[in-house]
Nanobody, 125 residues
Framework: QVPLVESGGGLVQAGGSLRLSCAVS????????TAWFRQAPGKEREFVAG????????RYIDSVKGRFTISRDNAKNTVYLEMNSLKPEDTAVYYC??????????????????WGQGTQVTVSS
């Protein structure tokens, strides 16, 4: 595994926006499929968004389509999750993850090799 570091979480009112960042040091992200997962209290960890190593292919869970955008800047070894029109049900700990063996993202947590420590996102009514 390689360490990933998330940042950008916080408290925001419903309808607001946040941008999460996930950075890795010591190696390139250019060939790593990367994804964001989230876990709310009492719920299992769920896939939110994923992006291919090149940044061309993306996928999203239906509940965030049109509101969230995943992107990456491989020159900075950073992946982003732009979250707009946030809803209280988006409240969770958000984790970034990298699959070191694939270039396209999957939705299964077990496929990912490296995980960040998580960043809390809280959306108030």
């Amino acid at each position: 595994q390689v360490p990933l570091v998330e940042s950008g979480g916080g408290l925001v009112q419903a309808g607001g926006s946040l941008r999460l960042s996930c950075a890795v040091s010591g190696r390139t992200w250019s060939n790593y499929a990367t994804a964001w997962f989230r876990q709310a209290p009492g719920k299992e960890r769920e896939f939110v968004a994923g992006i291919s190593g090149s940044g061309i292919m993306t996928r999203y869970i239906d509940s965030v389509k049109g509101r969230f955008t995943i992107s990456r800047d491989n020159a900075k070894n950073t992946v982003y999750l732009e979250m707009n029109s946030l809803k209280p049900e988006d409240t969770a700990v958000y984790y970034c993850a990298a699959d070191l063996n694939k270039s396209t993202p999957t939705t299964t947590p077990n496929n990912y090799d490296s995980w960040g420590q998580g960043t809390q996102v809280t959306v108030s009514s």
